[in-house]
């Protein structure tokens, strides 16, 4: 089936470093690849996201490009700051197919918790 | 514009009881789904819903019943509330015309079996 894995954490960092967080999937069919955030005690943003193979989403100095030959969607951001402490989750969807299995499906990687220390 | 509004925010019922959680998409957003959010599990997919019909269903069992209304309002039920239903549950709302778009996200109603 359709899955998702991302890079185990948590990932602490000081503010300024470098940020990557890995994410590889394993879908059938060509999946739109998305990266959501989730601050404590909220719901999950959209981030960024990307629907074809080599397309970069960015937002808020996070990138991540649909890489289609190692099938991964890697996030990194140049320069942390303690506000992008949070959660942040890989996912994908699928288009619609004739079995209507994809409506509303978004399949989820466990979720990498990043802490940034002043 | 306003986003995607969950109600209530936190709930504590009792096992064997059942709850109604309530939301209500970004305007325009004809699309609704549910997720469950837990620790063990993560983030599992219960049901979407478009223009009042079930177009998608994830793989839980039937105690866990949505609907949708004429307005694009949606609401899950979960009856004969069991431990293990404890979670964030959040509701998402899309235009859910075209594959790809992406889902926004409510902050969730959280619920506590006790």
């Known amino acids: 089936g359709d899955s998702v894995t991302q890079m185990e954490g948590p990932v602490t960092l000081s503010e300024e470093a470098f940020l990557t967080i890995n994410c590889t999937y394993t879908a059938t069919g060509y999946p739109s690849l998305f990266w959501y955030v989730q601050y404590p005690g909220e719901g999950l943003q959209l981030l960024l996201k990307?629907?074809?193979?080599?397309d970069k989403g960015s937002n808020k100095g996070f990138e991540a490009t649909y890489r289609k030959e190692t099938t991964s969607f890697h996030l990194e951001k140049g320069s942390v700051q303690v506000s992008d402490s949070a959660v942040y989750f890989c996912a994908l969807s699928l288009p619609p197919n004739a079995g209507g299995t994809s409506y509303g499906k978004l399949t989820f990687g466990q979720g990498t918790i990043l802490t940034v220390h002043p | 514009k306003a986003g995607v509004t969950q109600t209530p925010r936190y709930l504590i019922k009792t096992r064997g009881q059942q709850v109604t959680l309530s939301c209500s998409p970004i305007?325009?957003?004809?699309?609704v789904s549910w997720y469950q959010q837990t620790p063990g599990q993560g983030l599992q997919f219960l049901f979407e819903y478009f223009s009042e019909t079930q177009r998608n269903k994830g793989n839980f069992p039937g105690r866990f019943s949505g609907r949708q209304f004429s307005n694009s309002r949606s609401e899950m039920n979960v009856s004969t509330l069991e431990l293990g239903d404890s979670a964030l549950y959040l509701c998402?709302?899309?235009?859910?015309?075209?594959?790809?778009?992406?889902?926004?996200f409510g902050n969730g109603t959280r619920l506590t079996v006790t």
């Open positions: 990307a629907t074809k193979a080599d």
């Open positions: 305007s325009g957003h004809r699309s």
């Open positions: 998402a709302s899309s235009q859910g015309v075209i594959g790809g778009s992406p889902l926004h």
